[in-house]
Structures are given as structure tokens and as C-alpha cells.
């Protein structure tokens, strides 16, 4: 059964300090993961897609990276305004669907 | 970039009464929408695909008969909730998958908030 796990549920920052969120899968042939930033209230903004393990990609504080059993996102001297849910998602080769992890709540203060 | 717009953003409704969600792709054509339910700090939680044309696929447990899907168009689909009840009261998510390929991955809507009293 594919399946996503993110840890940890809940992280607090002070901003500044750099940190990591983990987005566990398994999938039957990955065709593609998907990270997505959610605001309270509002539907969740796409922000990566990785297709291969070994694959990067980065935007303004946040790096993505992926191998064959998890990705993390890297955030680099995060804002206040970082402040949100990351959600990861996959979708295997055999289907259209996208398989959400419960998301991480993150908490950047000043 | 692809834009899904969804209204309303937010409604109330009396127990027993219908409620029309409406997921638009503005700006691309999308093959396929999806429909996802989200509660207070939950994941999303997807309910049914919908294909342009054709019905939709429905996820174990949703009730086909209070959840209506409609795609009609290549830009349009509509999530109507009969019979509202208040544990029908949720955040809806849809999202839209664009025709031709892109690196935005899925495109999701605002979302709507429903409140059956």
C-alpha cells in the first residue's frame, strides 16, 4: 500500500536556525513527489515536484531533496513568514491520484 | 502559472438543504479534477476523481449519493453536497490536473469551508 510519513508533526524555530522536515514514502514505482506549502485556511500552494532519487531543486530558503525512501525539505534561515504546513505527496507510475503525508506544522518566531 | 479558482470560499447551510462547490481552471484545460476533504490539522483526504466527460471514481467509504460530482467541461468541475448534515461540515479542496504536462505539479483550489447548522 503506498503510504507517506512526515516528521515531526510540529516544529518551532526561532528565526535563523536552519532546519530539515522528513517525508518518509513507499510506493509501488514512484512516478513523482510533491511538496506543498499550506497556509491555514487556504488550499495548498505548490512548491517542488521531484521525479529521481538524487534530484535537487531549490527555492529562495527551501532545498528539496530526494532519494529512493524519503525526501527532506531544508529550510535555510527561516522567516516569520515561513510559518505554515509542508505537505508531501507522491503519486505512483499506475495512477493519477496524490497520496498526502499528515503534514508539518512549522512555527519560525522572531 | 496554472490557476484554480474555487468558490464559494466559504458557506453556511441549514441541515437537509444542498450546497454547490464550484473548482474552475482559469488559465489551462484539466483532464481531471480531484476533490479532497480536509479536517482541523488533518491531511487531505481525497474523495473522488472526476474526468472530464465521464463519472466520477468515487474513494472507498465516500457516499456517491451525498457527494455529486460533475465535470462537464473542460474547465469546470462541481462538488454538490446533498442533504448537508452537520458532520458534513468540512474544508473542500479541489484540484486540477492540467491536460498537457507542466512542472507545477497539481494546481489546488482556495478551498471552501462548510458549516451545516
Known amino acids: 500500500e503506498d503510504q507517506v510519513t512526515q516528521s515531526p508533526e510540529a516544529l518551532r524555530l526561532q528565526e535563523g536556525e536552519s532546519s530539515s522536515l522528513n517525508c518518509s514514502y513507499t510506493?509501488?514505482?514512484?512516478?513523482?513527489l510533491f511538496w506543498y506549502r499550506q497556509d491555514p485556511g487556504k488550499g495548498p500552494e505548490f512548491l517542488f515536484t521531484?521525479?529521481?532519487a538524487g534530484e535537487e531543486k531549490e527555492k529562495e530558503r527551501l532545498k528539496a531533496t530526494l532519494t529512493k525512501k524519503e525526501s527532506f525539505l531544508h529550510i535555510t534561515a527561516p522567516k516569520p513568514e515561513d510559518s505554515a504546513t509542508y505537505l508531501c505527496?507522491?503519486?505512483?507510475?499506475?495512477?493519477?491520484?496524490?497520496?498526502f503525508g499528515t503534514g508539518t506544522r512549522l512555527q519560525v518566531f522572531p | 502559472g496554472a490557476v484554480v479558482s474555487q468558490h464559494p470560499s466559504w458557506v453556511i447551510c441549514k441541515s437537509g438543504t444542498s450546497v454547490k462547490i464550484e473548482c474552475r481552471s482559469l488559465d489551462f484545460q484539466a483532464t481531471t479534477m480531484f476533490w479532497y476533504r480536509q479536517f482541523p490539522k488533518q491531511s487531505l483526504m481525497l474523495m473522488a476523481t472526476?474526468?472530464?466527460?465521464?463519472?466520477?471514481?468515487?474513494e472507498q467509504g465516500v457516499e456517491k449519493d451525498k457527494f455529486l460530482i460533475n465535470h462537464a467541461s473542460l474547465t469546470l468541475s462541481t462538488l454538490t453536497v446533498t442533504s448537508a448534515h452537520p458532520e458534513d461540515s468540512s474544508f473542500y479542496i479541489c484540484?486540477?490536473?492540467?491536460?498537457?504536462?507542466?512542472?507545477?505539479?497539481?494546481?489546488f483550489g482556495s478551498g471552501t469551508r462548510l458549516t451545516v447548522v
Open positions: 472526476s474526468n472530464e466527460g465521464s463519472k466520477a471514481t468515487y
Open positions: 505527496a507522491v503519486q505512483a507510475r499506475t495512477t493519477d491520484k496524490l497520496i
Open positions: 484540484s486540477a490536473r492540467p491536460s498537457s504536462p507542466t512542472d507545477y505539479g497539481y494546481t
Open positions: 521531484l521525479y529521481s
Open positions: 510506493v509501488s514505482g514512484l512516478r513523482g
